[in-house]
């Protein structure tokens, strides 16, 4: 079956910088363009960033362009979200998502999402 295993959060100073790392298997990965979410109470679901098939293309939103870079490596079934300039802002769960057609849309497949804490 899909699964999708999310590691790399913790607690980080402000500017500081994370990796996370995002498993998949049940799939091809190179299949599927892949995303990025994060989840907080005050802000629901928030796009972060979503990466084309083949790696060439990603997409970012605004609040992280610039400090947040996404990649994959598809021979080791993994999806990277690499954070750096870290701000209490960015503290959420994040989550990797498998898109199922456009990455436009909404991921068919979930994480269970890994907890990233920014400390002021």
């Known amino acids: 079956q899909v699964q999708l295993v999310e590691t790399g959060g913790g607690l980080v100073q402000a500017g500081g910088s994370l990796r996370l790392s995002c498993v998949a298997s049940?799939?091809?990965?190179?299949?599927?363009?892949m995303g990025w979410f994060r989840h907080t109470p005050e802000k629901e679901r928030e796009f972060v960033a979503a990466?084309?098939?083949?790696?060439?293309?990603?997409r970012y939103a605004e609040s992280v362009k610039g400090r947040f870079t996404i990649s994959r490596d598809n021979a080791k079934n993994t999806v990277y979200l690499e954070a750096f300039s870290l701000k209490p802002e960015d503290t959420a769960v994040y989550y990797c998502?498998?898109?199922?057609?456009?990455?436009?849309?909404?991921?068919?497949?979930w994480g269970q999402g890994t907890q990233v804490t920014v400390s002021s």
């Open positions: 049940g799939f091809a990965l190179s299949s599927h363009a």
């Open positions: 990466i084309s098939m083949s790696g060439r293309l990603p």
């Open positions: 998502g498998r898109f199922s057609d456009s990455w436009y849309g909404e991921p068919d497949y």
